[in-house]
T-cell receptor, first 117, second 110 residues
């Protein structure tokens, strides 16, 4: 199994540009999570999907952030317009269980390191 | 108060010693507790989970949960240099939200 796949692995962009991060979950996993990790704030849950449906987006910092999951094998996280404070590592994770299940092991992708200049 | 707090670290132990990592949480409705290990520059990987009060052992790792005290810990016996990493405590609430602590960085010195 290839595991969770994320692209790009690194992204450097200028303030104001649109950024799109991509994620392919593990086949058969029906929950998908987007996280952001920074030194200051640690690992923060942004949004999660169950069966392609967004369940909780309360962690999305503001309207500049949006996420979609058009099918079971693909999700995107978009930032428009990007700002320097969005610089972070963005992780995608998937799980076979719904987010609130008692045992919900999440498998993380390698992450996308985003730098906004 | 943060929802999940971990001992600030960094924690340094000699090879072969027991490393003790601690985590407290604020939501009494929390039901599942996880320990993830994250090597520098890598993604988190699950090493233990627990949801019943008491101890759960897996090889050199023991997770301990005390829901009355809202406390979960991870013990690593016979610590090895390869255990050097940041350990993240994660809590799943009844609402299904997963919240991570800031992590404790462990260094095991040969």
């Amino acid at each position: 199994d290839a595991g969770v796949i994320q692209s790009p692995r690194h992204e450097v962009t200028e303030m104001g540009q649109e950024v799109t991060l991509r994620c392919k979950p593990i086949s058969g996993h029906n929950s998908l999570f987007w996280y952001r990790q920074t030194m200051m704030r640690g690992l923060e849950l942004l949004i999660y999907f169950n069966n392609n449906v967004p369940i909780d987006d309360s962690g999305m910092p503001e309207d500049r952030f949006s996420a979609k999951m058009p099918n079971a094998s693909f999700s995107t996280l978009k930032i428009q317009p990007s700002e320097p404070r969005d610089s972070a590592v963005y992780f995608c994770a998937s799980s076979t269980k719904p987010a609130g299940a008692l045992y919900n092991e999440q498998f993380f992708g390698p992450g996308t390191r985003l730098t906004v200049l | 108060q943060k929802e999940v707090e971990q001992n600030s670290g960094p924690l340094s132990v000699p090879e072969g010693a027991i490393a003790s990592l601690n985590c407290t949480y604020s939501d009494r409705g929390s039901q599942s507790f996880f320990w993830y290990r994250q090597y520098s520059g890598k993604s988190p990987e699950l090493i233990m989970f627990i949801y019943s009060n008491g101890d759960k052992e897996d090889g050199r790792f023991t997770a301990q949960l005390n829901k009355a005290s809202q406390y979960v810990s991870l013990l690593i016996r016979d610590s090895q240099p390869s255990d050097s990493a940041t350990y993240l405590c994660a809590v799943i609430t009844n609402a299904g939200k997963s919240t991570f602590g800031d992590g404790t960085t462990l260094t095991v010195k040969p």
